[in-house]
């Protein structure tokens, strides 16, 4: 009784248990639960209801508005029913004794009750079937929008924000739960409307008997509906906790069933080990599970108890009343099934408050994500409505003024009082080591990232001024670690300017510029090739044919005037990356062009070269002046001269 007491306490004030509580329970290992402010009471969560059904009803009003009748017509149907139901066993009554008495049998009352009664059913079940198609309709309707609201609010995010890790736990639950619930909030709220219009149908009955019976009905569902509602706070908790290994399990997956990573699993023999690592990670979590499975069904059959003893407590009752001929064979069959159907209606109003109650939780999931601050938004910046092409000083080039950048969450700077000025026309090389921040200042210059400290200056503007698609427009990137997109092999070109896209014409153009038309050229369906194995009919290329196709992809952006290259050429041989940087070097004669390459002998040509080590430029100028100074850079380019010897 203790623990029962325990459980009630904590789901009537809808806390988390308190720490002196959770010494001496049983459960002392589950994780608070609720996710924003874990002082909220019971009616406080019941905010996003409103907000649900808002986007059930802008979603398709006549659907909703369909169903909303059909719900108020099957919440009066049932009652009626059982008062047809009792004057039927009257008129039966009547006319047996009529019939005892005169001889002659009468049974047109009967048999139109029976009608009434079979019309009764049938426009029932016209309705239960009517609420099961629009709640279908709205199902795949309301799925849909919600999908693409979580996936248009991605497109508003910074880059930071999905390198997080609790962010994308953030995602994981909004993806996997709570694109459900408004749906079911919908439904839960629809089937709460019915069942207390038939509860009040019933009541208006029932209280005839008695109004006893009627408080009688809706207490005896209280103790199990207090429970459940306690358990769903603490399976929404247990929700919340087991993002991080639901999301490693999903990560998991995608390792052991994509081609991708397949080669490795397979050479490396880790197939059996990152299995076990899957099967741990749900034992873990099953244990979870388990436990709150049984104390939910436990309680539940417990706590069920009491209405069925209250069922059979009114049945005896109105039984005796039927014995002392207080009401009539069809009256006391008629309350008797009202008191079932009632006991029903308020298991099913407290059940559809509880679930209610749980959907809020996880709508809250959906609503934390889709309310999440953009990086941008959160500093101020940037200026919008400057969409020109050029700055006011477009001879100024780029500029990095004391630019300085720390990723979230890191411990070190990744790039510390970096100056360095890009003319019109210029190319630059930047060296350095894995993880000395080249690509890093890319990501800064692209406006993926902003800077912790100083400016960065287009055209003699700074770059949080620029409008971001003007901005973009102006640079055409190829990453190291380039997308491999399973589209056509026009559209992976496409890509690059999503503007034109679909334009066969721009993508040879492309094609040709990015040296990838021959690659094209030897496909029997031509830009139209399925790339990738995804999908059927899919054509997949070698590390040097995709890297052409990406080349060619930053070359879609005709307008670009500042063409990066970060290590585009890493799975060519020494041979063909001369051949692309050579061909490269004529296109961008009078663009600003920015390199990283690990090999010296393609970064010579560019007119200025900056050597960075950890964070920091240590030297810069041209391939000639660097080689006098004799420092870092000509250490590292004789050391790699030497391995061609």
Request: aromatic share 10%.
């Amino acid at each position: 009784m203790e623990s029962l007491q325990f459980y009630l306490a904590c789901a009537l004030c809808s806390l988390p248990p308190c720490k002196e509580t959770m010494a001496t329970s049983p459960h002392s290992s589950l994780p608070e639960s609720t996710p924003e402010n874990p002082r909220r009471n019971f009616f406080g969560v019941f905010r996003y209801s409103r907000r649900a059904l808002e986007l059930v009803w802008t979603t398709s009003r006549k659907l909703t508005l369909v169903l909303g009748l059909l719900t108020i017509l099957a919440g009066v149907l049932p009652a009626g029913m059982a008062f047809v139901g009792a004057l039927i066993i009257d008129a039966v009554v009547a006319a047996s004794r009529l019939y005892r008495e005169t001889g002659a049998a009468e049974f047109t009352p009967v048999f139109s009750l029976v009608a009434l009664e079979a019309a009764i059913v049938a426009f029932l079940a016209g309705a239960q079937r009517g609420i099961s198609l629009c709640q279908a309709l709205l199902r795949a309707q309301l799925g849909q929008r919600v999908n693409v609201m979580i996936l248009d609010k991605a497109l508003t995010l910074e880059l930071a924000q999905f390198e997080d890790s609790e962010f994308y736990d953030k995602l994981t639950r909004a993806r996997r739960e709570a694109s459900s619930r408004p749906l079911s909030l919908v439904n839960r709220t629809f089937g709460l409307v019915q069942n207390l219009v038939s509860l009040i149908s019933y009541a208006v009955l029932l209280v005839q008997f008695s109004p006893w019976a009627v408080l009688v009905l809706i207490v005896a569902g209280l103790p199990s509906f207090v429970a459940e509602t306690r358990f769903s706070q603490e399976a929404f908790s247990l929700f919340r906790w087991r993002s991080p290994d639901t999301r490693k399990q999903i990560y998991l997956e995608t390792v052991l069933a994509r081609e991708d990573n397949v080669k490795e699993v397979k050479l490396f023999g880790l197939g059996p080990l990152l299995l076990q690592r899957y099967r741990d990670i749900f034992k873990r979590l099953y244990v979870r599970d388990r436990s709150l499975a049984i104390r939910r069904d436990g309680w539940g059959f417990l706590l069920g108890l009491i209405g069925t003893a209250a069922l059979y407590g009114a049945y005896a009752w109105i039984a005796a009343a039927a014995v002392l001929s207080r009401i009539t064979l069809g009256q006391m069959t008629m309350y008797l099934m009202l008191f079932r159907q009632g006991q029903a209606a308020v298991s099913a109003i407290l059940s559809a408050i509880g679930g209610m109650y749980e959907d809020n939780l996880y709508l809250s999931t959906l609503y934390d994500y889709l309310e999440t601050e953009t990086l941008a938004d959160s500093s101020g910046s940037p200026v919008k409505g400057r969409e020109a092409m050029q700055g006011p000083d477009p001879e100024d080039g780029i500029r990095f003024e004391g630019v300085s950048f720390t990723y979230p969450g890191a411990s070190q700077p990744a790039l510390q009082d970096i100056d360095l000025h890009i003319s019109p026309g210029e190319s630059l090389a930047l060296v350095g080591e894995n993880g000395s921040g080249k690509t890093t200042m890319i990501k800064l210059l692209t406006r993926l990232y902003r800077p912790n400290s100083g400016r960065i200056r287009l055209d003699g503007m700074d770059l949080d001024d620029w409008d971001e698609s003007a901005l973009r427009q102006r640079i055409g990137v190829i990453f190291q670690d380039f997308a491999r997109y399973q589209f056509l092999l026009g559209e992976n070109i496409g890509a690059g300017d999503v503007r034109y896209f679909d334009d066969s014409g721009r993508w040879e153009e492309a094609a040709v510029k990015g040296m990838a038309d021959s690659i094209v050229n030897e496909l029997p369906q031509g830009y139209q090739t399925q790339l990738g194995k995804w999908f059927k009919g899919g054509q997949e290329l070698s590390g040097g044919q995709w890297q052409k196709i990406a080349l060619a992809r930053a070359f879609m952006r005709s307008e670009a005037d500042i063409l990066v290259l970060d290590e585009p050429t890493a799975s060519m041989d020494a041979a063909a990356e001369a051949t692309i940087f050579e061909h490269f070097r004529k296109l961008t004669q009078n663009r600003i062009a920015i390199l990283i390459s690990h090999r010296f002998s393609t970064v010579r040509m560019a007119s200025q070269i900056v050597v960075i080590e950890n964070g920091r430029i240590i030297e810069r100028g041209s391939h000639q002046e660097l080689m006098e100074l004799d420092g870092h850079y000509a250490r590292l380019f004789l050391l790699q001269a030497a391995g061609y010897r």
